[in-house]
DNA sequence: CAAAATTAGTTCTATATAGTACTATTTTAA
DNA sequence: TTAAAATAGTACTATATAGAACTAATTTTG
């Protein structure tokens, strides 16, 4: 059987973001971003994490998480600092201002959602979200995978270049 | 009903992004990236098309593809050249090379899409994909909108810097 | 406990992406 | 048939995104 699910997934998301955009600005909301907008997602659920968590959680690089970060944190929307237990990791800890733009985001996600299921019943989509949290589920065992297939083959200089 | 429908598509675009990616190197594909297989995509159905036509096929906006496009000619991936029936437009024809591409990017296709189903049927495969398509069309029809009540609200200067 | 391995993040660099404003061409309408 | 409107694409600019290589901190292991 011949399937387009990746071709309509990255499509969706192209006109989605655009979309959003425009409603977010549509709304007054200019303190962030539809990408800005999908990290605070993740924190509104839970913040003072690392970033490997927020990684894991957003499905954004590690690296692309760092410029995001710096950025909102020049807006004022969070505010990283060293995690004292662990010298290695950094907390992210939402400021009371990004706190108090979950309700307006939230408008604006609903009537996203509306848009999205036009013509589709309840049920449907239930069923939408539940299987992409599948294709999900799957694609993130598969990442996990190469990583340690990766890790294996370049397994000449680790820690080598340490001190 | 909560949803988290966008959320989901967007963290499986990025998650699928990278690991797309890596089985196109892993093939030894490395005429081409993820982003410019989408386009590849919607090419190999059909070339000598306008930019319009392909920026609507492949969700991208105009401009995104004026970029995208110019650094694949310079890869020798495509051509583009004016429209002699329509002066405005572009037409974009695939080159041999691009054209021989491909079979081993179907190939690679088939083994995200396995992926992509580990656990689930084809019967569910094919109704996630029908789901995804009326979400779509229901994106496009409210971006053609907010893009039209837009162009209302900034009627002041249209043409008018025009000669 | 010290060396090796692992883990967490960042930097550097290149590409992708889109908003706004623009030019050129074609179509529409008075 | 010419002025206005619409359409097609590009330039400029800012942000988002990730791969590779790196430093620092912690954990594992011999």
Redesign the interface.
Known sequence: ?V??????????????????Q?LLERCGIDAFNGAQG?IL?VLWQEDKVPIATLSRK????KNTLTAMLAHMEAQGLLVRKANPADGRQVLVALTEEARELQGPYERV?EE??A??????T?A??????S??????L???E??AR?KKS?EKRGESDHGKSNR
Not at 15 to 20: D, E, M, S
Not at 115 to 120: K, T
Not at 131 to 136: A, E, G, P
């Open positions: 059987m399937t387009r699910t990746g071709f309509l997934i990255t499509q969706i998301k192209q006109v989605q973001g655009r979309v959003f425009r999908h997602y957003t499905g954004l690089a996600s996203m959602n848009l999205f299921y036009q013509g589709l309840q449907d989509a239930a069923l939408l979200d299987l992409l949290d599948k294709v999900l799957n694609l993130e598969c990442e190469l990766t």
